[in-house]
């Protein structure tokens, strides 16, 4: 398979190719089954579009992240029926998987693409676990019918897998029963919010080689107002990355995604902070090691 260039590089900045990368990004503006607001197919290219709009270098990790090694893909091919798209997501990221040693990072895009992401990773790494960050459960067998569904994002994964989420606050009546049982370790919003007890229990509960999923509304609405099912009292911004500042220093990530961003009109904020987001859990993980 050939993975093309993006003809706009996140953050403006490119290694030149694939095999120089230490981390790949990856847009994969697929939207099928948003239930309230729509939009998030136009969430990737909007991420990469204000990316440059940031700093260079990270006030926080202390240099130029990007130096380490960042390449930009073209989108991912998200036409064709559902059963299509799923097959041919699964086969893109196993063969991009065998044709670099980079750490990918997803945009989405609908949270139901974590579905096609995760399968191949759970292929090559035996004892991975996810941790999910998000508003909702998303934990359903199926909604409206379909067991693609972004309300279902997780499901799969958590039949064999380890799933460790944080920030919900919306559970379904027909998922409740699925929190805290199995393979699923559930820290309901409300019941936790010291965040340095969080970091210690989410780390606990993880195994030592991890793929994360983050969905927007995870935090707050005031830091990510553009998304499509937004909850009140989700994760601020500072609590949000001594998690994943964590969780990347003590874990082995291997891959991540971000998804449902939906750009609002005349209001940046989202995909700019999505950005800044991407480009912050890259020094977390440091491409250099």
């Not at 934990?139 to 064999?160: E, F, N, Q």
């Not at 707050?220 to 964590?246: E, H, K, N």
Request: with cysteine.
């Amino acid at each position: 398979m050939e993975f093309k260039p993006g003809e706009k590089q996140f953050i403006g900045k490119s290694c030149g190719s694939l095999e120089k990368a230490a981390f790949v990004i990856v847009p994969v503006p697929y939207e099928r089954t948003t239930s309230y607001c729509k939009g998030t197919e136009k969430g990737p290219a909007a991420v990469i579009e204000a990316s440059p709009q940031g700093e260079l270098w990270d006030e926080e990790i202390k240099r130029e992240v990007w130096e380490d090694g960042l390449f930009t893909l073209a989108p991912v091919d998200c036409t064709g029926t559902e059963e299509e798209f799923f097959a041919r997501l699964k086969k893109y990221v196993t063969e991009l998987m065998n044709a670099t040693k980079a750490v990918p990072i997803f945009i989405g895009g609908e949270h139901s693409v974590t579905q096609g992401l995760f399968a191949p990773f759970e292929g090559k790494y035996k004892n991975i676990s996810l941790l999910h960050f998000d508003a909702h459960a998303d934990l359903r067998a199926s909604y409206y019918g379909d067991p693609h569904s972004h309300a279902c994002a997780v499901r799969p994964a958590s039949l064999d897998r380890r799933v460790v989420q944080t920030g919900i606050r919306s559970v379904g009546s027909d998922e409740k029963q699925f929190i805290n049982s199995g393979n699923v370790k559930t820290f309901l919003m409300h019941e936790n919010r010291d965040i340095e007890k969080l970091k210690k229990d989410v780390l606990s509960a993880l195994t030592d080689t991890v793929y994360i999923t983050i969905d927007v509304d995870g935090f707050d609405p005031s830091v990510m107002p553009g998304t499509g099912t937004p909850q009140p009292g989700g994760f601020s911004w500072y609590d949000a990355m001594s998690l994943f500042r964590a969780v990347c220093g003590n874990k082995k990530v291997v891959g991540a995604d971000v998804v449902e961003v939906m750009p609002l009109p005349n209001s940046p904020i989202t995909e700019f902070n999505a950005a800044k987001l991407i480009y912050r859990l890259m020094g977390y993980i440091d491409g250099r090691k």
